[in-house]
């Protein structure tokens, strides 16, 4: 694969980038007239967990890295709202939604953890 980058060394990254394409394939099922509007945002979501992820890694500054984290946590709490409307209207069912939820609480608490470590740098 070659030159890896410190952020794929993160576990947080790397779970992040699996729930993108989670997300991605989960929503290939969605009816059609909500692509542009759930389809568009929870992918959306679901990349910039990762992307923020990425960019904070590779700040200079503790502080820095913990708004670029902050905006991933942010961008996960959105998708797990999107995916509990997306179970209200039936478009996933409730196995499905229990792994967004389980593994955006998993990636919640490594964010969290990341964020203390940054902060202990300070």
């Not at 990254?13 to 389809?39: A, G, H, V």
Request: hydrophobic share 40%; net charge positive.
């Amino acid at each position: 694969m070659g030159i890896i980058f410190n952020f794929e060394k993160l576990d947080v990254w790397q779970r992040s980038k699996d729930l993108y394409c989670f997300i991605f394939k989960l929503t290939n099922n969605y009816p059609t007239e909500e692509k542009y509007n759930l389809i568009s945002q929870m992918r959306r979501c679901a990349l910039f967990v990762s992307s923020n992820i990425a960019e904070g890694s590779a700040r200079q500054t503790s502080k820095d890295k913990n708004h670029f984290y902050t905006m991933a946590y942010s961008s996960l709490m959105e998708l797990v709202n999107q995916a509990i409307i997306s179970f209200e209207f039936k478009f996933v069912n409730e196995k499905e939604l229990t792994k967004v939820k389980d593994e955006s609480l998993i990636i919640a608490k490594m964010l969290s953890n990341l964020k203390k470590s940054n902060q202990d740098n300070l």
